[in-house]
């Protein structure tokens, strides 16, 4: 089995577990493309068999969430799940909290949260924060591209869109959002609505999964090894370059004439996908290889 399985991961689940139980049920090797919080639902795509070599090479690592932001006080994990810190001082009106979305939106700098999978001398500082190692983290650039305010929740809560940019903690935003409203606010709820090219459209559930394995047909659910890599140019390369390409030689970058220097392409032999090449001046040259292993 190669391709990639769209989990909709269920609250309550580490990403390491929900790896697992897909390992289990494949007997392959798998990986999951982008941890998702273990109190966090939502798109988890995991990459069964070869799957797992393209991990590098996605070109969209762009994210999309549903989340509330609750003003009923300040958490030392940013979320539902930590102690409080720092008690709520009422709910802004809406009318502030949409003014101050605006220093959120567009290239910001965030500092990743304590309990974080950040690692500091290969220890994930969740870890050391549990131990009582508060380790203070660095601030770095994230991209927020939308960020819309939705609709009041219960008497605290407010219900936000966000498409963000890799390595965007939501947790930190809505903590941070807070901070700037002089209103400690912590996240309450979180779901990934899209990873990439993943979405809630084309997740599956675990229990479909596993029904789809006791049936034996879970392969069937695997989205093809291609499809996170559509907006790659595609080379497919002739008959007589089949077995030089999936071996993973070198190709004449004449084959693709509109593909510019260390550009990335799909190369394709007899419609499979056999790997991701990079131009170098007049030749391509395998960035991974999907044939064999």
């Given at each position: 089995?190669?391709?990639?399985?769209?989990?909709?991961k269920p609250?309550?689940?580490?990403?390491?577990?929900?790896v697992?139980?897909v390992?289990?049920?494949?007997?392959e090797?798998?990986?999951?493309a982008?941890?998702l919080?273990?109190?966090?639902?939502?798109?988890?795509p995991?990459?069964?068999g070869?799957?797992t070599?393209?991990?590098d090479?996605?070109?969209?690592?762009?994210?999309?969430?549903?989340?509330e932001?609750?003003?009923s006080?300040?958490?030392?994990?940013?979320d539902a799940?930590?102690?409080?810190?720092?008690?709520?001082?009422?709910?802004?009106?809406?009318?502030?909290?949409?003014k101050?979305?605006?220093?959120?939106?567009g290239?910001i700098?965030?500092?990743?949260?304590?309990?974080s999978a950040?690692?500091?001398?290969?220890?994930?500082?969740y870890?050391?924060a549990?131990?009582?190692?508060?380790v203070?983290?660095?601030?770095?650039?994230?991209?927020?591209?939308?960020?819309?305010?939705?609709a009041?929740?219960?008497?605290?809560?407010?219900?936000?869109?966000?498409?963000?940019?890799?390595g965007?903690?939501?947790?930190?935003?809505?903590?941070?959002?807070?901070?700037?409203?002089?209103?400690?606010?912590?996240?309450?709820?979180?779901?990934?609505t899209?990873?990439?090219?993943?979405?809630?459209?084309?997740?599956?559930?675990?229990?479909?999964?596993?029904?789809a394995a006791?049936?034996?047909?879970?392969?069937?659910?695997?989205?093809?090894?291609?499809?996170?890599?559509?907006?790659m140019?595609?080379?497919?390369?002739?008959?007589?370059?089949?077995?030089?390409?999936?071996?993973?030689?070198?190709l004449p970058?004449?084959?693709?004439?509109?593909?510019?220097?260390?550009?990335?392409?799909?190369?394709?032999?007899?419609?499979?996908l056999?790997?991701?090449?990079?131009?170098?001046?007049?030749?391509?040259?395998?960035?991974?290889?999907?044939?064999?292993?």
């Open positions: 089995m190669n391709g990639f399985l769209n989990l909709l609250p309550g689940m580490s990403s390491g577990a929900a697992a139980v390992k289990r049920l494949t007997g090797r798998v990986g999951h982008g941890t919080d273990p109190e966090a639902a939502g798109v988890l995991i990459m069964v070869r799957a070599r393209l991990l090479l996605f070109p969209d690592k762009s994210k999309s969430y549903v989340a932001i609750a003003f006080g300040a958490t030392d994990t940013q799940q930590g102690a409080v810190i720092e008690e709520g001082r009422g709910v802004p009106p809406r009318e502030e909290i949409e101050a979305l605006d220093r959120f939106r290239d700098l965030q500092c990743p949260p304590a309990y950040l690692k500091k001398n290969g220890v994930p500082l870890a050391l549990r131990k009582g190692e508060m203070e983290t660095q601030p770095r650039a994230t991209l927020i591209r939308a960020l819309e305010l939705g009041q929740t219960g008497k605290d809560g407010y219900m936000l869109r966000v498409d963000c940019g890799g965007t903690y939501i947790r930190t935003l809505c903590h941070d959002i807070g901070q700037a409203l002089g209103k400690p606010a912590h996240m309450r709820f979180l779901l990934r899209r990873a990439g090219a993943f979405s809630l459209e084309n997740a599956v559930t675990l229990e479909e999964a596993r029904a006791e049936a034996g047909e879970l392969e069937r659910l695997l989205l093809p090894l291609d499809h996170p890599l559509k907006d140019k595609a080379l497919s390369l002739p008959e007589r370059y089949w077995k030089l390409g999936r071996n993973g030689g070198k970058a004449a084959l693709l004439p509109e593909i510019t220097e260390n550009e990335r392409c799909r190369v394709y032999a007899a419609e499979e056999i790997g991701i090449a990079h131009r170098e001046e007049d030749i391509l040259r395998f960035d991974v290889g999907l044939c064999g292993g």
